[in-house]
């Protein structure tokens, strides 16, 4: 199980102290659960120098592909290297609606990651008006086969992927964990004709979209459900250490 917390545009550095030390020392005894706090960059160095727990992860939130240049205010995968990062989320579905990100561009960022040893956290998933259409199944095809376009069968291991439905993000409106779990083993038969059966076993596939300590446990008991990526409870340490303990 992998639960990663995305704290999104929250959070001052000062205030990220305060809550990773919260989350690190009630997670001390914890290893069996892989666990990721994806701060804003600000607050990445801070959470470096704290984070030692093997099982711990430091994540950040979006990378650019490029190794360096003219970017104004993007980050690439050496400077998050840098910092011991682990993790980062591409593809969230913030970053291709408000920023106009394609699936092609985001591959781009997937690649990168994996060559610079960095786990990518690619996150697909339809909107309402997509559901309601019956087109859930096609967006996530197509997010998911342009995604992973390129991916070495050898660096498969280390891909994560996270279902988010956009009508669930933020809106205290949840998958039912059989809306979950159907979708899940959707993108595990996907992953199975791009790849292997084999390979496709070992991608942990993540819920995201308001997955809080009252619900966690019946999403995270379906059996292609590999965990959770946490939005607003991840802000709270206790909301999100109790998130964590309903993975054991």
């Known amino acids: 199980m992998l639960i990663a917390g995305n704290w999104k545009m929250n959070k001052t550095a000062t205030e990220g102290v305060s809550v990773i030390k919260n989350i690190l020392s009630s997670v001390q005894q914890i290893t069996s659960v892989d666990i990721a706090i994806c701060p804003p960059f600000t607050s990445l160095a801070s959470g470096s120098a704290l ?7 430091l994540g950040a939130q ?4 490029e190794p360096l240049g003219a970017y104004t205010g993007e980050i690439s995968a050496s400077m998050l290297k840098d910092l011991s990062v682990s993790c980062v989320i591409l593809g969230h579905s913030e970053r291709r609606s408000y ?18 040893h960095l786990i990518p956290i690619l996150c697909v998933g339809e909107t309402l008006e997509e559901r309601e259409q019956n087109r859930t199944m096609e967006v996530i095809s197509r997010q998911v086969r342009k995604g992973v376009a390129g991916i070495p069968e050898q660096a498969i291991d280390q891909l994560v992927l996270a279902y988010e439905p956009v009508w669930a993000i933020g809106t205290g409106r949840t998958a039912t964990p059989e809306m979950a779990q159907e979708v ?17 076993e070992k991608v942990r596939i993540l819920y995201g ?3 809080k300590p009252d619900n966690a446990a019946s999403l995270l008991a379906q059996p292609d459900v590999d965990g959770g990526l946490i939005g607003g409870a991840s802000l709270d340490a206790a909301s999100f250490v109790n998130i964590i303990k309903s993975a054991l």
């Open 62 to 65: 979006n990378m650019h592909h």
């Open 209 to 211: 979209g308001s997955m």
């Open 51 to 57: 984070i030692s727990q093997e099982n711990v992860w």
């Open 99 to 116: 920023f106009g990100e394609t699936d092609e561009f985001i591959n781009k960022k997937v690649l990168s990651a994996l060559q610079n």
């Open 184 to 200: 899940h083993a959707y993108i595990r038969k996907l992953l199975s004709e791009i790849f292997s059966q084999q390979k496709a």
